[in-house]
């Protein structure tokens, strides 16, 4: 790692409002926790999840905290992962905290992605996802891919009316993003639907679909998200706890967790057949690849 190119992931204590990648900041009960790499359209490096997990963690460990919105600085929520940027981190070695695995620096191949990804994609968003407060999504813009995740892994998900969504990965051959709800949150034949064409969908098709709580106009976003913010905290925070806890709780009894393992499992799969045949773990696809593709999917 280049300690010059790459920071390292920041600590709860250096979160503050202009910090890269990740800001944080409180405004009476509720936390508000902003992904903050807009000229890469808030593509998620190791360094952005860690500051993100330390986020979490702050915005839980603080008393005065009884909701958190997940949001983004910049024209987008997120492009996902990132797979081409000059900050991209993908041989840079942070303490698990999701998992307990080997570091993935020194491993090679199937066993580095595998050590890699189970801890800083499918780990960090189940361990998100169990937070014991509430955590709303405001959307805006695109949200691809790794950007599903993220917001998948929230409670509520509030979006713009400029916002749209894909999970275009099986273009690499890949049979959806690491976390994978798809099937859960769409319901099975629009799952497949949106990973067999890899088209985008609308904020308004998503909220028709049962993905997303709310569609406002962008400019009315923040607004609704502090409305439904307010109407939370009055709210003990024991009743909300609890009732994430109970719905989450039937979500795995219906088989999201044992669904996510396997999948997981064949996501590898397609990762080491890629490289098995051509070299190359992610089929011949790249940043600007992907964003060509995605932008003819939409026009088409």
Known sequence: MNDAVIPPALGPDE??????????????????????????????????????????????DDDAVKV???RANGKHFSAGHDIGTPERDFDTYYPN?????????????????LAREIEVYL???????????PLIAQVHGACIAGGLMLAWAADF??????????????RMGIPGVEYFAH??????????????????????????WGMVNHVVPRDELAAKVDD???TMVAMPMQGLFLSKKAVNICEDQMGLRNAMDSVFGWHHYAHSANAESGGDSLGGMDARSMRSAGEQGARG
């Open 157 to 170: 998900i509030v979006a713009s009316d400029d916002a749209f969504f894909s999970d275009p990965v099986a």
């Open 183 to 208: 099937a859960y949150v769409l319901g099975a034949r629009r799952a497949k639907e949106i990973l067999m064409t890899g088209e985008r969908f609308s904020a308004q098709q998503a909220l028709d």
């Open 228 to 230: 439904i913010t307010a």
């Open 123 to 133: 780990g960090m968003c189940r361990r998100w996802r169990d937070m014991p407060k």
């Open 97 to 113: 905290a999701a998992t307990l695995h080997w570091d993935h620096t020194g491993k090679t191949g199937a066993d580095q992605r």
């Open 15 to 60: 979160l503050t409002a202009d910090s890269a990648p990740v800001a944080y900041e409180t405004d009476g009960a509720v936390a508000y926790v902003t992904l903050n790499r807009p000229e890469y359209r808030n593509a998620q490096n190791s360094v952005m999840t860690y500051s993100l997990d330390a986020a979490f963690r702050k915005a839980t």
């Open 68 to 70: 958190i919105v997940l």
